[in-house]
Structures are given as C-alpha cells and as structure tokens.
C-alpha cells in the first residue's frame, strides 16, 4: 500500500484528495493496486495507469449509462495536450446486427484506426497500456505507427464479414514476410535506385523518407522484399545520429542500430539480411 500511496501523492494535490471520501480513496487506491498487480491499464480520477503508474489524463467528452464513454481525449500529464481522441462507433454488418468498435484518432501524428469493440477484447485503458502507445515523453510515434499497421480501419459500407477479411490479409502478408529470394548472401550489395541488388538478383528495395518526430524532422527508411511487402521500417531517434529504432513487421519487434556515416542503407539491409527478414 506504501506504493500506491507515494503513487496517489505524487500525481495528485492534497487539495483533490482532500476532496474525496474514505469510501472514494479507497476505491482509487484499490483500482491502481489492481493496475500494478495484474499489470493492466485501468482510468481512475480522470488519469490513465499502466501497471499502478500515471500514464496519461483521460477527459471523457460524452458518455452514456449502457455504452459508457462515446467520446474522449487521452492527454499528456503535464502539457494536457491531446494524444489520442476515442470515439465509439457502430455500423450494421451483412445480417444487420449492429457491430460497435472504437475509432482512435493520433491527431499530432496524422494517424487513425479502428479497433473492434466486442464482449472478451481490450477496453481503451487496457490497449493503450498494452500498446505502449505514450512513454514518458509523450506518444512513440514507433508504437502508434505499428499500432496503427496492425490494426487498419473499418469501413461500413463493406457488406462483408470485416474480421474475415482481417485474418485473410493477415495470413497472406504473414506468407509474404517470409519470402526470401534464394541467393549468395555473402554476396556484395547493390543499390540500383530504390533497388536492392545481391548475387545479381533483385531481392528487395528501400525507400527513404521524412517524418515529423517529437522533436523536429527525422529519416525514415521503408524496406520491402522481392513482392513488395514492407518488412521493415528504421527510423532514426535524431536527426543525424545514427542511431535507428528497425520495426520488423513478421514479428512486431523493435530493434536498435548503429550505423556507420554514409552507410545507413548498407548496415540496415545488411541486418535485415544477417537476422533472416531478407
């Protein structure tokens, strides 16, 4: 209880606590404990928690009794700028039963997409925290893109069975993630264009790019194997550092990587190629 205490007391004035009853601060104290020890995120006194921490501010906009909140902003703590805005949303499938999902909008970012609510999936605590979506420094702009990839958007005017079409697209770049063309892989590199070129086969391309991060303009290398399918994307964690956060797409993960100067597309395609992606 010692931590939950220097939680509460940390994030929150005495003056609000002061406000609450002994029935109302335990009920808070009880909610963040539940956070850390099952290591979930849950919302109590408008603030976010992930795993008993103060992750965000949670302003609900509207609500109702049966739905709860159909509308609301996920904030930073300190600047209480909008990261995230979640709408609920519903359509009518093919058989006219009416399907609700949320609508996360990553307004700095440009970002959107759906994820379907349904009886058994995350509520918008759970998935934030479980996403990782905002760090300390505010949103990963690395997890909300990844985010953002995995979980595409929904459109009602599809008559047909939406969560089908997610697993059969699913499974087909799962198949195309693996396709590695059959070469010399000691081979030297070749950079033709976008164009990646080894033991004189085409294997693969890389696109550079410009993105806005947290703390001005950073490149961004997309990578792509011989079907087209996005493997990889690098992103550098400053501008000119060298240093690069490689999101690989067949297994989701976030890996780190030092280049050397002038050679940043020769030291991510030769990692991705080292660790079986190319």
């Given at each position: 209880?010692?931590?939950?205490?220097?939680?509460?007391?940390?994030?929150?004035?005495?003056?609000?606590?002061?406000?609450?009853?002994?029935?109302?601060?335990?009920?808070?104290?009880?909610?963040?404990?539940?956070?850390?020890?099952?290591?979930?995120g849950?919302?109590?006194?408008?603030?976010?928690f992930?795993?008993?921490?103060?992750?965000?501010?949670?302003?609900?906009?509207?609500?109702?009794?049966?739905?709860?909140?159909?509308?609301?902003?996920?904030?930073?703590?300190?600047?209480?700028?909008?990261?995230?805005?979640?709408?609920?949303?519903?359509?009518?499938?093919?058989?006219?039963?009416?399907?609700?999902?949320?609508?996360?909008?990553?307004?700095?970012?440009?970002?959107?997409?759906?994820?379907?609510?349904?009886?058994?999936?995350?509520?918008?605590?759970?998935?934030?925290?479980?996403?990782?979506?905002i760090?300390?420094?505010?949103?990963?702009?690395?997890?909300v893109?990844?985010?953002?990839?995995?979980?595409?958007?929904?459109?009602?005017?599809i008559?047909?069975?939406?969560?089908?079409?997610?697993?059969?697209?699913?499974?087909?770049?799962?198949?195309?993630?693996?396709?590695?063309?059959?070469?010399?892989?000691?081979?030297?590199?070749?950079?033709?264009?976008?164009?990646?070129?080894?033991d004189?086969?085409?294997?693969?391309?890389?696109?550079?790019?410009?993105?806005?991060?947290?703390?001005?303009?950073?490149?961004?290398?997309s990578?792509?194997?011989?079907?087209?399918?996005?493997?990889?994307?690098?992103?550098?964690?400053?501008?000119?550092?060298?240093?690069w956060?490689?999101?690989t797409?067949?297994?989701?993960?976030?890996?780190s990587?030092t280049?050397?100067?002038?050679?940043?597309k020769?030291?991510?395609?030769?990692?991705?190629?080292?660790?079986?992606?190319?």
């Amino acid at each position: 209880m010692k931590i939950i205490f220097s939680l509460t007391l940390a994030f929150f004035s005495m003056s609000l606590m002061a406000q609450l009853s002994d029935k109302e601060v335990k009920k808070h104290q009880k909610k963040v404990l539940e956070s850390l020890e099952k290591k979930k995120g849950i919302s109590s006194l408008d603030t976010l928690f992930c795993k008993g921490k103060p992750n965000a501010l949670v302003n609900v906009i509207s609500k109702s009794f049966l739905l709860g909140a159909e509308e609301q902003t996920i904030q930073g703590l300190e600047n209480k700028k909008d990261y995230i805005i979640i709408s609920l949303k519903n359509y009518k499938d093919q058989n006219q039963v009416v399907r609700y999902y949320h609508h996360y909008q990553f307004p700095g970012l440009r970002m959107q997409c759906d994820v379907p609510s349904e009886i058994g999936s995350l509520d918008v605590y759970e998935t934030i925290c479980k996403y990782q979506l905002i760090n300390e420094h505010g949103l990963d702009t690395m997890k909300v893109e990844l985010f953002t990839v995995l979980k595409g958007t929904i459109n009602p005017s599809i008559s047909v069975s939406i969560d089908q079409n997610r697993v059969n697209v699913a499974q087909q770049d799962i198949n195309n993630y693996n396709v590695i063309v059959p070469r010399n892989k000691q081979s030297f590199l070749m950079f033709l264009g976008d164009n990646i070129q080894q033991d004189s086969k085409m294997i693969g391309s890389i696109v550079k790019s410009t993105i806005n991060g947290k703390d001005g303009l950073l490149t961004q290398y997309s990578v792509f194997n011989s079907v087209g399918a996005m493997i990889c994307t690098a992103t550098e964690t400053k501008f000119m550092s060298y240093e690069w956060n490689l999101l690989t797409y067949k297994n989701n993960r976030f890996n780190s990587l030092t280049s050397s100067i002038g050679k940043d597309k020769d030291d991510i395609v030769k990692y991705l190629i080292d660790n079986g992606f190319l």
